[in-house]
């Protein structure tokens, strides 16, 4: 909201100001290199808010150079003095609060209340690994007798996180605490339509962390590929589609050695089984959706199995909440869903809709664009009439668009649910808990709910299986992620 006002079109209009005139650099840590100035775009409008100049070969250097003079000492501090000054960043981000919240919305399109809950879940997730600090201890190994085998958690260095559009401000802040708590600094590249609240961020804490121990790069893939290619990073963080974590891996393996972690898509299935509580599934299926991300989430359940004997009602009922969903600028109070956040990006969904009814899919509703707008809309869309082989029911659209199915047997479910190369998240409806466990063991996915949707749970172990990526987030075992074990052995007898 715009300083002293309710009003959110008053807020808009500040804030839009506010981005024009402020002087975007590359993060503190970088300076002024030679890098092309590019636009950032207001997805909701199609306007542009700014011009900021992308990293160039310099930059990445300048900061990976001071990421790694600042690395012994950082390293050789406490996980507490570490922890101490995470929180201190967490702070100050909190007290910014309103303000990330509207960058993201200007510039990913995401409405405001959702991007006011991501920057409190960022805040909550940097103090969650700070208070997980005392997990980085090292074992003591009874490996023979009267010598002493230690393991120590050793931190790799420089880390580079390189991010997504979907969450900026929740991604930025959260993604780079674990890798600092565990004693690395990092360089942070967010997505190059959604780099305000990074950089923004960048700013904020300068001078709460030590000089070069967090830098933030922008730009697009070439800056991305000079972080992964660099030989003072031997770790790597990839949040984002499978081919470009897949491209990751490959340049990273033709320049060495070195430690790659993928937190990739999902074509996600939601199941629900006769004795589920339909009222209960329907909601959930709508929220499973992320229609509040225009469904430009990793997690969402964009394949909905129902029984036979729901599917009927669950479908008409299913169009109808759909079809609720209020579409509408993001700053707008009620808005439950913005637009995408580039032309590119509504190219796409658009493009696996018309393909989706070119293969003989039923389109229920959805699949255009609202009318009276400029800016990336997409309206939430739902088929059903999709077959196992066609592209909708197997590729991630990153987009409002849902696929219906109908299911008979457990094993034919759970066959269908495992046919796809994904495997991030499943949800399964039933009140049988016997069924609940089976179908928890069965169904190939790193993150599975019973009876809900969408929910992360702190400290839960979040990643994908198959194509849906390498490595748990979320967690102890992403902190223990960002270190080495080192053994010792003495020798005393
Ligand atoms: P993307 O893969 O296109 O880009 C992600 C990031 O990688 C951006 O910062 C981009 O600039 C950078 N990049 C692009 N090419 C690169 C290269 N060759 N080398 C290094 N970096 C490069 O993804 P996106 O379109 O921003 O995000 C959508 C994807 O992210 C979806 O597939 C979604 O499922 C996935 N995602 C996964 C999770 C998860 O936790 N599993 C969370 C959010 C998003």
Redesign the pocket.
């Known amino acids: 909201m715009a300083l002293g006002t309710d009003d959110p079109e008053a807020g808009q209009r500040y804030w839009t100001e506010w981005i024009a005139a402020h002087t975007w650099g590359l993060g503190p840590d970088v300076g002024e290199g030679g890098g092309q100035s590019h636009p950032i775009l207001n997805p909701a409008t199609g306007e542009a808010l700014c011009s900021i100049r992308h990293a160039d070969g310099a930059d990445v250097e300048r900061a990976v150079a001071q990421g790694k003079a600042a690395s012994g000492d950082w390293a050789a501090r406490t996980p507490r003095s570490r922890a101490e000054l995470v929180r201190a960043v967490a702070d100050v981000l909190e007290r910014h609060r309103e303000e990330l919240a509207w960058l993201d919305t200007l510039d990913a399109g995401l409405p405001l209340w959702m991007m006011r809950k991501d920057a409190d879940t960022g805040v909550e997730r940097m103090r969650m690994f700070a208070d997980l600090g005392y997990a980085l201890t090292g074992q003591t190994i009874p490996a023979s007798a009267g010598n002493l085998h230690l393991t120590f958690p050793e931190p790799f260095g420089v880390v580079a996180r390189?991010?997504?559009?979907?969450?900026p401000f929740m991604f930025a802040a959260s993604k780079v605490a674990a890798p600092l708590v565990a004693g690395n600094t990092v360089v942070l590249?967010?997505?190059?339509l959604t780099p305000l609240s990074a950089l923004r961020m960048a700013e904020l804490v300068e001078g709460v962390l030590p000089d070069g121990v967090l830098s933030v790069v922008h730009g697009?893939?070439d800056v991305?590929?000079a972080l992964?290619r660099h030989r003072e990073i031997r770790r790597i963080a990839?949040?984002?589609?499978?081919?470009?974590g897949r491209?990751?891996q490959r340049?990273a393996a033709d320049v060495g050695v070195k430690h790659v972690s993928l937190?990739?898509?999902?074509k996600n299935a939601m199941i629900v089984f006769p004795d589920a509580d339909v009222d209960a599934a329907l909601t959930a299926a709508v929220k499973g959706m992320n229609f509040a991300f225009a469904g430009?989430?990793?997690g969402s359940t964009s394949r909905v199995f129902v029984h036979e004997s729901l599917l009927a009602e669950f479908t008409e009922r299913y169009v109808a909440a759909v079809n609720a969903v209020r579409q509408g600028m993001p700053w707008s109070p009620g808005v439950q869903i913005g637009p995408m956040v580039s032309a590119a990006q509504q190219d796409r969904a658009h493009g696996f809709v018309e393909r989706a009814v070119a293969a003989g899919a039923h389109l229920l509703t959805g699949g255009g664009t609202p009318a009276g707008g400029g800016g990336f809309f997409v309206t939430p869309t739902v088929f059903d009439g999709v077959s196992a082989e066609m592209e909708i029911a197997n590729e991630?659209v990153?987009g409002p668009v849902v696929a219906l199915f109908g299911f008979s047997t457990e094993d034919e479910v759970v066959g269908a649910a495992n046919a796809v190369e994904y495997g991030?998240t499943a949800s399964v409806w039933t009140r049988d808990l016997s069924l609940a466990h089976r179908m928890s063991r069965r169904l190939e996915a790193g993150y599975v709910w019973v009876n809900d949707t969408s929910t992360h749970f702190p400290g839960v172990p979040?990643?994908?299986v198959k194509m849906?990526?390498i490595g748990r987030e979320e967690s102890a075992d992403e902190l223990l992620s960002y270190t080495e074990i080192k053994a010792v052995n003495l020798v005393l007898s």
């Open positions: 390189i991010i997504p559009f979907n969450h590249k967010p997505s190059e697009g893939a991305g590929d992964v990839f949040t984002g589609s499978h081919q470009v491209a990751i340049s937190e990739l898509g999902g430009q989430s990793c991630e990153f991030l979040f990643g994908g849906s990526g």
